[in-house]
C-alpha cells in the first residue's frame, strides 16, 4: 500500500519562523508577543519552536541581524565597480525597504532588546555600512567634508526606515522610485552655514509641583533606559520620594506614558499654531519644518512619546495619543497638498512621514547628534525632502 505524501516542509522553517515573529513584534512590540504567540501565528507548537530559537531574544537578533546581511549584500554589489554607484545603492535599498518594512522597524524600536554582543555587531557592521555610503557620496560630490557627507547618509537611510513608522503605501513601481527621488534629494543637500541658535527659554520661577517633577524624572528616566527598564521606584528616586508615593499622582507606568505623550503633543500642536500664521501654504510649511526641528530639540517628551505605542496601556488612552498624532501630520499633508495639488494623497503623505522620521532619527544618533549646526542642518533636509517636487 501506497504511504500517503506528507506535506512538504519549508526549506528554512527558521526564516519562516522568523517572518512571522517580525511581524507581531512590529505590530505588538517586543514585550507584547510571547512565545506562544509566535508559535500560534506559524500554526506550531511551542516546543517546536523552541527547537529552532531559544527564546524571543534570538529570534529579534535573527530577524535584524538578516536584515544586515541584506543591506550589505545590497551596498556590496552596488559599489562594486559598476556605473551609477549611488543610484544602483539607492534603487537597492529602497526595494529592500519597500519589500521588508518589519525589518526596519524592528532595528528602529526593538534593537535595545537584544543582548549587548548582538547591539555590537549590529552597530559594528551597520557602520561599516554607513562609511561604504559616504565614501560613495564623497567621489561624487567631492566638495563635502567626510563628517557632512556622513551626516548624509544617515538622512538618506532614515528616509528608507521612514516606511517603518506608517502603514501608507503605493504600488510598488512607484514606491521605490519616490523613495529613490527622496533619498536622493537628501544627498544631493546643499547643508547651511554656521547660525546661531534660537535662546533657550528660562525656566520659570519657583519649584515645579510634585507632578511636574514626577513627569521629568521619568521622561529622562525612559529616554536613557526604556520604558520596560525602568520601574516605579526608580521614577520615584529619581524625584526624590518613595517609590509608592508616585501612585498618588500616577495610578502606573503607562498613564505616566500617557501623560507624557499628550505633553508632547501640547507643545507640537501649540508651535504648530505660531508656524500656520503664515502669508502662504509654503511658507507655513517651511516655518512648520522649522517649529517641528526646534520643538524636538528642546522638548524630551517629544522623543520619549515615540515609543508609546509600544506601550501596554488602555485602548482608548492608546487611541486618543494615536489620533492626536494623525491630527498632527494631517496639517503636514494638507500644506504640502495645497502646494502640490496634482500630487496623490498616498505621496504626500510618504512624503511627510520620511521628513519627520529624518528628524526623529538624526536628533537620537549619536555619531551626528552633537553637530553645532544640527538645527539648521536638520530644517534644511526636512525641507529638501518636502520641497523636491515643487517647481
Same mark, same amino acid.
Given at each position: 500500500?501506497?504511504?500517503?505524501?506528507?506535506?512538504?516542509?519549508?526549506?528554512?522553517?527558521?526564516?519562516?519562523?522568523?517572518?512571522?515573529?517580525?511581524?507581531?513584534?512590529?505590530?505588538?512590540?517586543?514585550?507584547?508577543?510571547?512565545?506562544?504567540?509566535?508559535?500560534?501565528?506559524?500554526?506550531?507548537?511551542?516546543?517546536?519552536?523552541?527547537?529552532?530559537?531559544?527564546?524571543?531574544?534570538?529570534?529579534?537578533?535573527?530577524?535584524?541581524?538578516?536584515?544586515?546581511?541584506?543591506?550589505?549584500?545590497?551596498?556590496?554589489?552596488?559599489?562594486?565597480?559598476?556605473?551609477?554607484?549611488?543610484?544602483?545603492?539607492?534603487?537597492?535599498?529602497?526595494?529592500?525597504?519597500?519589500?521588508?518594512?518589519?525589518?526596519?522597524?524592528?532595528?528602529?524600536?526593538?534593537?535595545?532588546?537584544?543582548?549587548?554582543?548582538?547591539?555590537?555587531?549590529?552597530?559594528?557592521? !551597520?557602520? @561599516?555600512? /554607513?562609511? +561604504?555610503?559616504?565614501?560613495?557620496?564623497? $567621489?561624487? =560630490?567631492?566638495? #563635502? *567634508? &567626510?563628517?557632512? %557627507?556622513?551626516?548624509?547618509?544617515?538622512?538618506?537611510?532614515?528616509?528608507?526606515?521612514?516606511?517603518?513608522?506608517?502603514?501608507?503605501?503605493?504600488?510598488?513601481?512607484?514606491?521605490?522610485?519616490?523613495?529613490?527621488?527622496?533619498?536622493?534629494?537628501?544627498?544631493?543637500?546643499?547643508?547651511?552655514?554656521?547660525?546661531?541658535?534660537?535662546?533657550?527659554?528660562?525656566?520659570?520661577?519657583?519649584?515645579?509641583?510634585?507632578?511636574?517633577?514626577?513627569?521629568?524624572?521619568?521622561?529622562?528616566?525612559?529616554?536613557?533606559?526604556?520604558?520596560?527598564?525602568?520601574?516605579?521606584?526608580?521614577?520615584?528616586?529619581?524625584?526624590?520620594?518613595?517609590?509608592?508615593?508616585?501612585?498618588?499622582?500616577?495610578? !502606573?507606568? @503607562?498613564? /505616566?506614558? +500617557?501623560?507624557?505623550?499628550?505633553?508632547? $503633543?501640547? =507643545?507640537?500642536? #501649540? *508651535? &504648530?499654531?505660531? %508656524?500656520?500664521?503664515?502669508?502662504?501654504?509654503?511658507?507655513?510649511?517651511?516655518?512648520?519644518?522649522?517649529?517641528?526641528?526646534?520643538?524636538?530639540?528642546?522638548?524630551?517628551?517629544?522623543?520619549?512619546?515615540?515609543?508609546?505605542?509600544?506601550?501596554?496601556?488602555?485602548?482608548?488612552?492608546?487611541?486618543?495619543?494615536?489620533?492626536?498624532?494623525?491630527?498632527?501630520?494631517?496639517?503636514?499633508?494638507?500644506?504640502?497638498?495645497?502646494?502640490?495639488?496634482?500630487?496623490?494623497?498616498?505621496?504626500?503623505?510618504?512624503?511627510?512621514?520620511?521628513?519627520?522620521?529624518?528628524?526623529?532619527?538624526?536628533?537620537?544618533?549619536?555619531?551626528?547628534?552633537?553637530?553645532?549646526?544640527?538645527?539648521?542642518?536638520?530644517? @534644511?533636509? /526636512?525641507?529638501?525632502?518636502?520641497?523636491?517636487?515643487?517647481?
Amino acid at each position: 500500500m501506497k504511504t500517503p505524501d506528507r506535506p512538504s516542509r519549508p526549506r528554512d522553517r527558521r526564516a519562516q519562523l522568523a517572518a512571522v515573529a517580525a511581524e507581531l513584534f512590529r505590530a505588538r512590540g517586543f514585550h507584547g508577543v510571547g512565545i506562544n504567540d509566535i508559535a500560534a501565528a506559524a500554526g506550531v507548537t511551542g516546543p517546536a519552536l523552541y527547537r529552532h530559537f531559544a527564546d524571543k531574544q534570538a529570534i529579534l537578533a535573527y530577524v535584524v541581524l538578516a536584515g544586515i546581511d541584506d543591506m550589505e549584500a545590497v551596498t556590496s554589489a552596488a559599489l562594486s565597480g559598476a556605473p551609477d554607484q549611488l543610484d544602483t545603492l539607492l534603487t537597492g535599498l529602497a526595494t529592500q525597504a519597500v519589500e521588508r518594512r518589519e525589518i526596519a522597524a524592528l532595528w528602529r524600536w526593538e534593537g535595545p532588546h537584544l543582548r549587548r554582543e548582538e547591539r555590537r555587531e549590529i552597530r559594528r557592521r !551597520s557602520g @561599516a555600512v /554607513l562609511d +561604504a555610503w559616504t565614501k560613495a557620496l564623497l $567621489a561624487a =560630490r567631492t566638495e #563635502l *567634508a &567626510a563628517d557632512d %557627507a556622513e551626516f548624509l547618509c544617515w538622512g538618506a537611510l532614515s528616509v528608507f526606515g521612514s516606511v517603518a513608522v506608517h502603514h501608507t503605501t503605493v504600488a510598488r513601481r512607484r514606491f521605490v522610485p519616490l523613495l529613490v527621488e527622496l533619498a536622493s534629494a537628501v544627498l544631493d543637500t546643499t547643508l547651511p552655514g554656521s547660525v546661531s541658535p534660537a535662546p533657550d527659554i528660562p525656566n520659570g520661577l519657583g519649584t515645579p509641583s510634585r507632578r511636574e517633577q514626577i513627569l521629568s524624572a521619568a521622561t529622562a528616566l525612559f529616554g536613557e533606559r526604556g520604558f520596560h527598564a525602568v520601574s516605579m521606584e526608580d521614577i520615584g528616586a529619581a524625584a526624590g520620594i518613595a517609590g509608592p508615593s508616585v501612585y498618588r499622582h500616577f495610578p !502606573s507606568k @503607562a498613564a /505616566l506614558m +500617557a501623560a507624557i505623550g499628550h505633553r508632547a $503633543a501640547d =507643545r507640537l500642536a #501649540l *508651535a &504648530a499654531e505660531q %508656524a500656520l500664521r503664515a502669508p502662504d501654504e509654503l511658507t507655513a510649511l517651511r516655518r512648520l519644518s522649522a517649529s517641528y526641528v526646534h520643538t524636538l530639540l528642546h522638548t524630551p517628551e517629544l522623543l520619549v512619546s515615540f515609543t508609546a505605542d509600544r506601550v501596554t496601556m488602555p485602548d482608548r488612552e492608546k487611541a486618543d495619543l494615536l489620533r492626536v498624532q494623525r491630527d498632527y501630520v494631517a496639517q503636514w499633508v494638507t500644506l504640502l497638498a495645497a502646494i502640490l495639488p496634482s500630487l496623490p494623497a498616498r505621496e504626500a503623505k510618504i512624503r511627510v512621514h520620511a521628513a519627520l522620521t529624518i528628524a526623529n532619527d538624526l536628533t537620537r544618533t549619536r555619531r551626528v547628534s552633537g553637530r553645532p549646526n544640527l538645527e539648521a542642518e536638520l530644517t @534644511a533636509l /526636512l525641507r529638501t525632502v518636502l520641497e523636491c517636487a515643487v517647481p
